[in-house]
């Protein structure tokens, strides 16, 4: 067993499916490129993306055990795992919403360095409600890595932590474009990403989208993407009369082709974490129009040169942004001609940067 190296695992919900998903996947490139020695470790059997390293696939041996057994069988074959492969760090990317099993976690741990991922504005997926519970389950961790500034904001002003850093999720800028796509519309906006209403907001999108009325100039939306509310999405489409004019596309692993075709993406979302879904258009030299939700557009979108930022939950606004974007063109060139370095800062090289700067160097 090769024990020159420090052994990183990245231990996450999934490696497929969304884009805190792709983030653990683009972290195990970056930290294989630092030297280190990369462990994944993933709790469900969803694995789509390309990584680094070596895969510990939980769900995948635990799923013949009976369902009240499984949460017993994953504990003692991560702590297993742990032992067996002398791991030095754990960067902990999972949601952590319930705090007896996060207590729990934490002693299979041991004293090997830990860092906790926050991926969303919503803290109470990943730091509990209690300030004392929070100190004592987090406190004492290398590092509380917020994924945009928004967040490390909102979290040292909730808990006053002092082990806090902001990264932002990285972009790959090599995405293959070259599978083949489906039949596309001529002209179209895109949104990619997860059907979920309650964090995307479909219905203030579908609305905007109504009231724009850009595919009267043959503009489509299509959304592509899985989800628990897609039949919501539908409902909503027959609602505005868009059967025409909304398309619905499955998840795909690498969305870049479409996403390089499209006019420009949407963001209508409740809140966010750090929107990759924006980075990832941006990086495909792609514009966006994105709402100005809690967190992350903001620190991504520069209205008026890479896209445009509307005030959240505004109609109004959200469509006359869409109809600009269709109309205007030299808006249009302006933001499409800047899009894609108007992310560098956020290339698999920036943000490793930032990476080698808190972690223990690699031997």
Partial sequence: MDTAKTKIAIFSHALGGGGAERFAAHLSLILDGLGFEIHNIILTETQDYHYAGVLLNLGALAKSEPRWKRKFVKAGLLKKYLEDYQIDTIIDNRPRNFQLSEWLTRQLYGNRKVYYLVQNHNLQNYLPSSVWLAKILYGQAEKIICVSKAIEDKVKSKYDFKNTVTIENPVGFTQNTTAEL????????????????????????????????????????????????????????????????????????????????????ILTSHFEGFPLSLAESLANATPVVAVDCESGPREVVQNEQNGLLVPNYDVDALAKAMKRMVDDEVLYARCKANAAASVKFLSLESIAKKWSAILPKPL
């Fill in 182 to 265: 489906p039949p596309l519309p001529e002209k179209f906006i895109l949104f990619f990403g997860r059907f979920d209403e309650k964090a995307k907001n479909f219905t203030l999108m579908l609305e905007a989208f109504s009231q724009s009325r850009v595919y009267e100039k043959s503009f489509q939306l299509i959304l592509m993407g899985e989800g628990p509310n897609q039949h919501l999405i539908e409902s909503l489409i027959q609602k505005h009369n868009l059967a025409d004019f909304v398309k619905l596309l499955p998840y795909r692993k690498n969305p870049f082709g479409i996403v390089r075709k499209a006019r420009f993406t």
